[in-house]
């Protein structure tokens, strides 16, 4: 049972243009979701959060939007640079820190 | 400062041998994840500790594995008999807040492959 879902395991993008990485889930108990970034060989890194009180967070180029009723939530990079290609997850917590996370997206953002 | 760090990086292990996998959290964060992330896959949950406290091992996936923090700072996550479907990554993340709240910070994890 994947209570946390990313449908599209890659993205390509061009440098300049928006990345737009898609998350479904299921369990209207989350209480606060994050994207992490994630490097070969490295620990996923935290990106941006947003609690599910909120329909929007912003950090620079990067934003966060949540749709309860439609339980979706998409990371928007803008503009997109080279150094953006990662792998990104979306992952929901139940409390107390326990996170659920998607399988991942690929994205690569070409020169 | 120093983040998370974990030993070894790699592990080779036979089939039927014990492992023990390291966190060294970062300096006086109260909370404590493992996480087993399998190839292609998302991390899964592990195990949680508050301090020396452990208050969440629902993730863990049968009773060979077992995990320790004894001192409230360092973790230990043991396999014990391993089988070839315990060959994964083995994250460590640890937060500044009590009841697991705040911003996990990961380790780069333990690479464990079973033959």
């Known amino acids: 049972d994947q209570q946390v879902k990313q449908n599209s395991p890659s993205l390509s993008v061009q440098e300049g243009r928006i990345s737009i990485l898609n998350c479904d889930y299921t369990?209207?108990?989350?209480?606060?979701f994050l994207w992490y970034k994630k490097y070969p060989a490295e620990g996923p890194t935290f990106l941006i959060s947003?609690?599910?009180?909120?329909d929007k967070n912003e950090d620079g180029r990067f934003t966060v939007f949540l749709n309860k009723s439609a339980k979706h939530l998409s990371l928007h990079i803008v503009p997109s640079q080279p150094g953006d290609s990662a792998v990104y997850f979306c992952?929901?917590?139940?409390?107390?820190?326990?996170?659920?996370f998607g399988q991942g997206t690929t994205l690569q953002v070409k020169p | 400062g120093a983040g998370v760090s974990q030993s070894p990086r790699y592990k080779v292990a036979k089939r039927g041998q014990d492992v023990a996998l390291r966190c060294d959290p970062i300096?006086?964060?109260?909370?404590l994840f493992w996480y087993q992330q399998a190839l292609g896959q998302g991390p899964e949950f592990l195990t949680y500790?508050?301090?020396?406290?452990?208050?969440?091992k629902s993730g863990l996936p049968s009773d060979r594995f077992f995990a320790e923090r004894p001192e409230g700072s360092v973790s230990t996550l043991k396999i014990q008999r391993t089988q070839q479907e315990d060959s994964a990554v083995y994250l460590c993340?640890?937060?500044?807040?009590?009841?697991?709240?705040?911003?996990?910070?990961f380790g780069p994890g333990t690479r464990l492959l079973v033959l």
């Open positions: 947003i609690s599910s009180i909120k």
């Open positions: 992952a929901a917590s139940l409390g107390r820190g326990k996170l659920i």
């Open positions: 993340a640890s937060s500044s807040l009590r009841d697991g709240a705040g911003t996990q910070y």
């Open positions: 500790f508050q301090n020396e406290a452990q208050l969440d």
């Open positions: 300096s006086g964060h109260v909370s």
């Open positions: 369990n209207s108990m989350f209480d606060y």
